[in-house]
């Protein structure tokens, strides 16, 4: 652990990551200290400060090149010459040698490559923080692509994850952290960095997405060829698309840029509320357009390895909440907050709704090049900590992707009307939810366990009164026991008393005696104190 802290530190003073905090937004203090740092007495270099950046995550692994993704989609919150950089974050990490790729995938499927495969590229077609891929051929001619998992990736992510529960726990210490909940988000992002690692889970993450979108105009996942398939390889159908990035290709082939965008937002709301399973990782290297077709867009999508999905409650009330700012009904937003927990208790709705107006009503009714997600989350959760609101860790692959979302639409189409594109797909999701069809719908789907369950319904009615009863009796009977023992004691008290004093006057009549010639002898505290001891013990 030590080993690893001091790696990133040297990292961060290699590439004078420091340069890149604007001093004057310090506090005076640190500016002071500043000045005397001793990495300062590193040069900077020829590098510009994006390629530092990119280079930095790079050598730090996984878990900070996919931070550096996330921040790839951000154009709004980066300089444009680092958001540059960090986008080759996406498919252009170092790879490891094709030599050893071959060596992995014989060893995964028991047999040579020559034997897998018609054809396979040495050299690799991409390279991510993870895994890179392999262009190949199958003995039928089918072009395919190989993934195959980082050799020693594992023990990089687990350092990674160790030193990000530590700085959970610590930030647990501190009361206004502690209702981040940061060691469960810790939880959640440790499972979902670890699901990455399995490329069985991913590919059947891929054939559950491609079976949601069958024969859908919106979008298309690619082949899954499992008898090639194993825990460190993948085989999977090779995609000819557009990368979604490159909006000058998009253009030249004349592809409708605002459809494509609205589709992007229909898609995502689809994932999460129709099939309530979410490709979790739409960064831009992992989308691409087809060709076909370009005044009629179509999405596809590869690496599946991270997905989310919530809970019906979670589901119900997360549509509530956007339905109801899309509406600016911020009471209703206070009101579901409340109702669901997720603010602390004594909480008053017409307080946390005014505060709430405050953060949202500046951004509504704007084109998304004029609104940021990373703003109102920002606000919101300023706003939420003085309601003592928790973060909720089954919620953050979804804000995450929300963030994904926003940048993508940025990049295809600026004038994009999220409220207006989201809020019809919405309505429609809470009335066929709520609705008539939504009732039949679950009926249909119960209706082989109430088929069983109905018969049985007199006999379970029946039982579940006699079992009522039964313990009405034995609440009775138990009453009755305790008010008799209750009234022994109280008839026993007395006696008890007697028999004290008795048994005393008894012994003192029969030891008086030799007991007053003692008495004679003692000093008068010792005789207080038997005293006292015959007063305590006819004392009831």
Not at 68 to 84: E, F, H, N, Y
Not at 168 to 178: G, T
Request: charged fraction near 25%.
């Amino acid at each position: 652990m030590s080993l690893r802290l001091f790696r990133i530190a040297w990292t961060v003073s290699r590439y004078r990551l420091d340069s890149l905090v604007p001093q004057d937004r310090l506090p005076p203090v640190l500016r002071w200290l500043w000045r005397f740092a001793p990495v300062r007495l590193i040069p900077i270099g020829d590098h510009s400060r994006g390629k530092r950046l990119r280079l930095a995550l790079e050598s730090l692994g996984p878990i900070f090149v996919k931070f550096g993704q996330m921040l790839s989609t951000r154009r709004d919150l980066l300089p444009p010459d680092i958001a540059d950089e960090l986008k080759r974050l996406q498919d252009q990490v170092p790879p490891f040698p094709g030599e050893t790729a071959r060596a992995m995938v014989e060893v995964e499927l028991g047999k040579t490559v020559e034997e897998a495969f018609a054809a396979f590229e040495t050299e690799p077609m991409a390279s991510a923080s993870i895994a890179q891929v392999h262009a190949a051929e199958l003995h039928s001619g089918e072009q395919v692509v190989v993934k195959i998992i980082r050799p020693g990736i594992d023990r990089i992510m687990r350092e990674d994850i160790g030193l990000l529960y530590t700085f959970a726990r610590l930030m647990r210490r501190i009361p206004e952290a502690r209702r981040l909940r940061p060691v469960e988000v810790v939880q959640d992002y440790e499972a979902t960095l670890f699901d990455e690692l399995d490329l069985n889970k991913e590919a059947a993450n891929t054939s559950q997405l491609k079976r949601n979108f069958q024969g859908s105009p919106l979008l298309y996942v690619p082949a899954i060829h499992w008898s090639l398939t194993h825990r460190q390889v993948m085989v999977q159908e090779r995609i000819t698309g557009i990368p979604v990035a490159d909006i000058e290709a998009l253009r030249a082939q004349g592809t409708d840029l605002k459809k494509l965008a609205e589709r992007g937002v229909e898609i995502f709301f689809t994932q999460v509320f129709r099939d309530n399973f979410f490709h979790a990782d739409m960064h831009p290297g992992n989308i691409f357009v087809s060709r076909e077709n370009p005044t009629e867009p179509r999405y596809i999508a590869i690496d599946c390895g991270i997905v989310g999905s919530l809970t019906r409650e979670d589901q119900d009330y997360l549509a509530r909440n956007l339905l109801a700012f899309f509406r600016q009904d911020y009471y209703e937003v206070a009101v579901l907050h409340i109702e669901s927990g997720w603010v602390g208790e004594g909480t008053r709705a017409n307080e946390f709704a005014s505060a709430i107006r405050a953060v949202c009503e500046p951004i509504l009714e704007k084109p998304l090049k004029d609104i940021s997600f990373g703003q109102v989350l920002l606000g919101l959760f300023q706003t939420a900590r003085r309601f003592n609101m928790e973060v909720q860790p089954q919620l953050v692959l979804l804000q995450k992707t929300l963030l994904n979302i926003e940048g993508l639409g940025r990049q295809l189409y600026p004038d994009l009307d999220l409220w207006s594109t989201a809020k019809p797909y919405l309505e429609r999701w809470m009335r066929e939810r709520a609705g008539p069809k939504g009732f039949w719908k679950t009926l249909q789907k119960h209706a082989p366990e109430l088929a069983h369950q109905i018969p049985e319904l007199p006999v379970l009615a029946h039982q579940a009164l006699s079992d009522r009863e039964q313990q009405r009796r034995l609440y009775r009977q138990q009453t009755e026991a305790l008010s008799g023992l209750e009234a022994r004691f109280q008839r026993a008290a007395p006696r008890a008393r007697r028999l004290r004093l008795g048994a005393i006057l008894l012994a003192v009549a029969l030891a008086w005696q030799p007991m007053l010639g003692w008495a004679e002898q003692q000093p008068w505290p010792v005789l207080v104190a038997a005293g006292l001891g015959v007063l305590l013990l006819i004392w009831r």
